[in-house]
């Protein structure tokens, strides 16, 4: 079953995730990407929603796609627990994914069950 939770700001639903997620989540790893927030000016919804899924006990290992080897970002989306893509630019955050094949790997693992954090 494919588990997608969406929200303008993960930091302002934070207390939603337990029940959604309905699976012990405490010190589990989500890979936590800021790629969409670049080429942005305005950045502090980033560290918001990192410090909030690091309130309620994740561990997040931090993947900024467009400068990661295509080592690390196999090896991270596939075996972190979680994936957490942040708001921002969503052109820039597309062409990333697709330069890299990093999209085809977060389709792949959300269609094996991984579940998939967005934020806008």
Same mark, same amino acid.
């Given at each position: 079953?494919?588990?997608? /939770? #969406?929200?303008?700001? /993960?930091?302002?639903?934070?207390?939603?995730?337990?029940?959604?997620?309905?699976?012990?989540?405490?010190?589990?790893?989500?890979? /936590?990407?800021?790629?969409?927030?670049?080429?942005?000016?305005?950045?502090?919804?980033?560290?918001?929603?990192?410090?909030?899924?690091?309130?309620?006990?994740?561990?997040?290992?931090?993947?900024?796609?467009?400068?990661?080897?295509?080592?690390?970002?196999?090896?991270?989306?596939?075996?972190?627990?979680?994936?957490?893509?942040?708001?921002?630019?969503?052109?820039? #955050?597309?062409?990333?994914?697709?330069?890299?094949?990093?999209?085809?790997?977060?389709?792949?693992?959300?269609?094996?069950?991984?579940?998939?954090?967005?934020?806008?």
């Amino acid at each position: 079953m494919k588990k997608i /939770f #969406l929200s303008s700001s /993960f930091a302002h639903v934070k207390s939603l995730f337990p029940d959604f997620i309905n699976a012990k989540y405490k010190g589990k790893k989500i890979t /936590f990407i800021p790629t969409a927030s670049i080429p942005e000016k305005v950045k502090f919804y980033v560290s918001a929603d990192k410090k909030a899924l690091e309130s309620i006990g994740l561990i997040t290992d931090e993947l900024e796609i467009s400068k990661a080897t295509k080592e690390e970002i196999q090896n991270k989306l596939i075996n972190n627990d979680y994936i957490f893509v942040s708001g921002g630019n969503a052109f820039y #955050l597309l062409q990333e994914l697709k330069r890299t094949g990093a999209d085809k790997i977060i389709k792949e693992q959300i269609n094996l069950g991984k579940p998939y954090i967005g934020a806008s």
